[in-house]
């Protein structure tokens, strides 16, 4: 039970090992690359044959584009600890669907049936998402933050079927 709902389906819901290492490794690497880059550059840049950078700029571009890269090793890390640290799941129950906030705001958001609006699936990739807009706010459940496809089919029956139920 969940503030007195009965709870009808429930899964952990995080970022996988595997997409963790993968978004960790991919920034170190292009980040070094980038930074090696900016330090050695000493010949102007043309992007796709329509924008040219002056040495100067290219340098600028290069030092940018290392920044972002280990921006994404900081959001690796930020993922990691927030695997480590907390317990997200997705919940499930008679009235409505129970997601975790975003890193900076962890708690626990209630999206009641009454109010969810629409609900769609997306495909991007590989991945699945489920979309919902309630009347006050929206929220997503991506595939690959669940244990497995199936149980992300599981979810999206299950929410239609409940969406559906209170509809008039």
Known sequence: MVDGQKIELEANYRMSWKNIFLLSFIGLVLGAFMLH????????LTINGVIELSIGQATVFFWAMSLFMFGLVLLSVMALVQRLRSTNRITIT???LW????????????HPFSSIESLKVVAVYKSRILQGKTKQSSFSIASQNLSSIEEFERVVALMHQLVNRRAP
Do not use: I, L, V, Y
């Open 94 to 96: 008679t009235d409505g």
């Open 37 to 44: 880059e900016a330090q050695t550059n000493t010949k102007r």
């Open 99 to 110: 997601t975790p906030g975003p890193a900076w705001s962890p708690a626990q958001r209630f």
